[in-house]
């Protein structure tokens, strides 16, 4: 609808007699919010509240104005250029409506008087019945009648909205495709009423087991699908996070349903894909492939799930494994620290790294390279971190009150210094077990100063106030730029010991080692070598720079328990490096 113009003359009466007689309750608004006519439909329309009554009203003040941001809008509208008019539905009881709460559909349309709006007409009208049938058939046409869920459509319509935001914000969702083993049988021995109250049951089951955020649908007979949005950058991530949703969908059919005095136990199979698949992917495309996985899945002989990339149900499966293994090594105590002597160029212990090993029941030692990147997926890694934090801290205090002063430094994630409470959990630690911050460095790596740099700066600042220094581990293999080392309290770079290794035989690694150390001259960093095997290795460092060496050519990582008694019996402590 254009704005309506008001001019003097013919039109005048022309919109008089079209106010009158247009069948739509109509009311005429100042800016002030007086009403300042009033059709007959709407003296019928709304035919005996005590407002109407008066002659006039005020419509800032009268129920309109109680309902949302009506008084706001109709706002907008006066303080506008008067270029469009507004549609806005409301729900209000008019008076004396017996029918009580009716959805009004009120259209505004500014008067204007030059550019400015004067005035504003509504129109109102009573949509209640409408919005009613509305409903009814978006209920019919996205929703299970039987079980009440969302249903294909619904799913593929949500799908499609992940999908496009996938675009813009790269991580992977996943769905899952759940179909009831032998549904068939339960329906063909039990009736299709009792199959009916069991489909009915399952979806409740579901739904109860997941976020808010997931939506599950039931797509047809006996089969449901489950989306799950993530919050994750990675498929691995994610890949996982479904496992465990399978598995306690798994562990919650395992209590039976109970109809008519009888008890059922059911399995389910699971399809699995992630999306998106690809640039462009689709929503029928995505349920296709959960369904192939599915067939896959089914074929195994019913209660298995399969993904629809074969790689990706076999690493997350591993992972998943692994992952609960650690928790419940965690609590087992099963895991182990082992230190690692660094040296100076005279050979003289200086501090140690402090390295974190699983013994594990069947497997024997386990190395941290096969664990910890699995950890590093989700929080585990905070929890092992804290634990190794902890012991790190407990040597701490034991060789310190022994007069044996030690450095020591100990690996921190890149999501365990992200966590929000890693700053005060390192605070009340240090507190509570007494240790001396400042023989704590804690490795960090360049991937840090990706991202929310501000975040890590503050939090480095704060740490620094406790006494803790920064190395950074793998220097040389991230994103090195200078701009950043320079401006953060770091205190160490380790130079990795690919670089190390091959220092004497590669001139490119050899450029890079001597780049290294000239930067840290320059800024005046110390630099522990990594990886020092070989005598022609460590006279390459140092003939070049003072450098601390860590390597086996010095010494292996050892339990830190045999370390500390060694190193107890021959009674000296560490050189305290400034
Ligand atoms: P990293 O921080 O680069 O640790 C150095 C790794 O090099 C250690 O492997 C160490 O045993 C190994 N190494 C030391 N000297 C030599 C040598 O002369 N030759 C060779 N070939 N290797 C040497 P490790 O203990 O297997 O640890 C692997 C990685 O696991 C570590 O790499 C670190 O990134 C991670 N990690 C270990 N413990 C922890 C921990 O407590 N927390 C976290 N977040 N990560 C840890
Ligand atoms: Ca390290
Ligand atoms: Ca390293």
Known sequence: MIPFVSHAGNSGSLFRALFSQIPVAALLIDHSGVVVKKNPAFNSFWSTGPEIRDGSFNIYSSVFSGAGDFAET?????????????????????????RGLRTLSVTMVPVLSGHRVTSVF?????????????????????????????????????????????????????LILVNIDRFRVINDARGNQVGDAFLVAIGKRLLSLMREADTVARMNADEFA??????????????????????????SLKNPFEFEGEMAIVTASYGITLLPGGKEDAPVAVLRRADTALHRAKAAGGGHYAFFDPDMGNSASESYQVERELRRALSNGELRVFLQPQVNAQREFVSAEVLVRWQHPTRGLVFPGSFIPIAEQTDLIIDVGEWVMERACEILVD?????LPLRLSVNVSPRQFRNRLFVPWMRELIARTGADASCLTLEITESLFMGD??????????????????????????????????????????????????????????????????????????????????????????SRADVTHQGYLFGRPEPAEKWIDQWKRAGSGCILTP
């Open 74 to 98: 109709l706002r907008t509208v006066f303080r506008g250029k008067g270029q469009s008019s507004r549609e806005y539905q409301i729900d209000l009881s008019p008076y004396g409506d017996p």
């Open 122 to 174: 509504l129109l109102i009208e009573d949509v209640t019945e409408q919005r009613v049938a509305d409903e009814k058939i978006h209920r019919l046409v996205f929703y299970d009648t039987l079980t009440g869920l969302p249903n294909r459509n619904l799913m593929l319509d949500r799908i499609g909205q992940r999908l496009s935001y996938l675009q813009r914000y790269p991580r992977n969702d996943a």
């Open 226 to 251: 489950i989306l799950l949005p993530s919050d994750e950058a990675s498929a691995e991530e994610i890949s996982m996070k479904t496992l465990i949703v399978i598995e306690r969908i798994r562990e």
């Open 399 to 403: 060789t310190g009150s022994m007069g």
């Open 453 to 542: 740099l501000e975040n890590t700066v503050m939090k480095m600042g704060q740490l620094t106030e406790l006494g803790v220094r920064f190395s950074v581990d793998d220097f040389g293999t991230g994103y090195s730029s200078l701009a950043y080392i320079k401006q953060l309290p770091i205190h160490e770079l380790k130079i990795d010991k690919a670089f190390v290794q091959d220092a004497p035989n590669d001139a490119n690694d050899a450029a890079l080692v001597e780049t290294i150390l000239a930067v840290a001259a320059l800024l005046n960093l110390r630099v522990v070598a990594e990886g020092v095997e070989s005598e022609p290795q460590a006279d390459f460092l140092n």
